[in-house]
């Protein structure tokens, strides 16, 4: 079982984000992206989750029977990804929210699902509270946990640790260092310590002069 | 399949949780007929000429009133992008929201259709073609309404953008709802009418939900 990418080149508005990046992560491991600002992190996870299609190259996705499959449509439902927003509906108490995620998300008993991951972000005192009523950072929790809620093995993590407390990026660390002790793969961007010890670094290349498709 | 469900399931329970969207397209339905009886006049006979009429503009209108939520909501706190990640091709749920979108806004007013009828003094033989007619024709309408909805979700107020583009794509379903509760109360057979209007209904479920997957797809990107 790995995901890669090979020879990915992005355009997005006529601009290239990245020419010939390659990517691979095998099972247990992580792979961090750093670089500045704009230097394409974002854009790589969102094409690594097929929200974008590149221009040239490709993903592979290995399954764990050895057999590698190239298109991204197919291999989607085994990616999490955690972007900038947090998808909390107001109306919805957190333990409701979560439920949903957890059985969409393919846990076949949503409800113990759920239960745990809330558990697993401390978030079960407020598990009755209405998403308007959370903060930032409990929604981040929220959303964290979603991806604690229904496994799967490939995470893409945007700057996860955006507006949490320093207990829960401890919480969040302990998450990320358990899903790879069970064989799973996270790429992710973020600009602090996760616990990404013997991880791989792919450095982005700061935006410079935008070079031009056409 | 369970996927489908548990996403109608969670769109009807926002919808009722937050309670204001079916409200307001009924009051909104149950406002606009009123103020027909206002302007032309309470004359019986020609409220009663232009009741079909008034009954299924004004459905239309109300049903389109709530059609720039339908993705925009999930679109704008990231839940649009995580639903297509699932392994429900974004096709169904497309469709699933459809049918959620249906059950809280189409519903409510074929209930409450023939209550106006009765304030419009729509002929008592037109009654039950009306309902007929409002069964078949508002899943449709919820159905094109989702290409506007999709094309338009990462547009800021796109809501009057969407009542042009779906406006023109509802005048079919206009003309065979209203030309068959004429021509039941005409005496004449409706079932011309009802025909069209279900093959209309078959045709949007078969088409729809890949217009507006692909329009998303293009505003997800």
């Known amino acids: 079982m790995s995901f890669s990418g090979h020879n990915l080149t992005c355009i997005r508005g006529e601009r290239v984000v990245f020419r010939d990046l390659g990517f691979s992560v095998e099972p247990g491991n992580a792979l961090l992206l750093r670089g500045p600002n704009g230097s394409g992190k974002s854009t790589l996870l969102r094409l690594a989750a097929g929200f974008l299609k590149p221009e040239?190259?490709?993903?592979?996705y290995t399954h764990s029977d050895g057999s590698e499959d190239r298109d991204v449509e197919t291999f989607r439902e085994h990616i999490h990804y955690v972007g900038h927003l947090d998808p909390v509906k107001p109306a919805f108490t957190v333990f409701e929210n979560l439920e949903f995620w957890s059985g969409f998300e393919g846990n076949p008993d949503p409800k113990s699902g759920a239960e745990e991951a809330l558990d697993r972000m401390a978030l079960t005192h407020i598990a009755d509270v209405p998403g308007r009523y959370l903060s930032a950072g409990q929604r981040r929790r929220l959303n964290i946990a979603?991806?604690?809620?229904?496994?799967k093995p490939v995470w893409l993590l945007d700057e996860p640790s955006v507006s949490l407390d320093d207990a829960s990026v401890a919480l969040l660390a302990k998450l990320i260092a358990d899903?790879?002790?069970?064989g799973g793969m996270v790429?992710?961007?973020?600009?602090?310590?996760?616990?990404f010890e013997s991880s791989e670094t792919l450095v982005l290349?700061?935006?410079?002069?935008?070079?031009?498709?056409? | 399949m369970n996927r489908f469900f548990s996403l109608v399931r969670r769109d009807v329970s926002l919808a009722f949780r937050q309670g204001s969207a079916s409200t307001m397209v009924v009051m909104f339905f149950v406002l606009t007929v009123t103020l027909?009886?206002?302007g032309v006049g309470p004359e019986a006979n020609i409220l009663q000429r232009i009741s079909s009429g008034v009954l299924w503009v004004a459905a239309m209108l109300a049903s389109m009133l709530s059609l720039d939520r339908l993705f925009q909501a999930d679109f704008e706190d990231g839940s649009l992008d995580l639903l297509t990640l699932g392994s429900l091709p974004l096709e169904v749920t497309v469709l699933a929201k459809c049918l959620a979108h249906w059950l809280t806004t189409g519903l409510p007013l074929i209930i409450i259709a023939p209550v106006l009828g009765v304030l419009l003094h729509l002929e008592p033989s037109g009654f039950?073609?009306?309902?007929?007619?409002m069964l078949l024709g508002t899943p449709t309408l919820s159905l094109i309404g989702a290409i506007g909805a999709a094309l338009t979700v990462g547009v800021r107020r796109g809501g009057v953008l969407l009542s042009l583009l779906v406006i023109p794509l509802y005048i079919p379903v206009l003309i065979f709802g209203v030309g068959a509760i004429d021509a039941a109360i005409g005496g004449l057979t409706e079932r011309p009418h009802l025909l069209v209007l279900g093959a209309m209904l078959l045709g949007s479920v078969a088409l729809c939900p890949w217009a507006a997957a692909a329009a998303l797809k293009l505003n997800l990107e």
Request: proline share 7%; hydrophobic share 50%; no cysteine.
């Open chain 1, 205 to 214: 290349a700061p935006a410079q002069m935008p070079e031009y498709a056409l």
């Open chain 1, 146 to 151: 979603r991806i604690a809620a229904a496994k």
């Open chain 2, 128 to 133: 039950v073609t009306l309902m007929i007619t």
């Open chain 1, 187 to 195: 790429i992710a961007a973020t600009h602090i310590d996760l616990g």
């Open chain 1, 179 to 182: 899903h790879r002790a069970e």
């Open chain 1, 56 to 60: 040239q190259g490709h993903l592979t």
């Open chain 2, 36 to 38: 027909f009886p206002l």
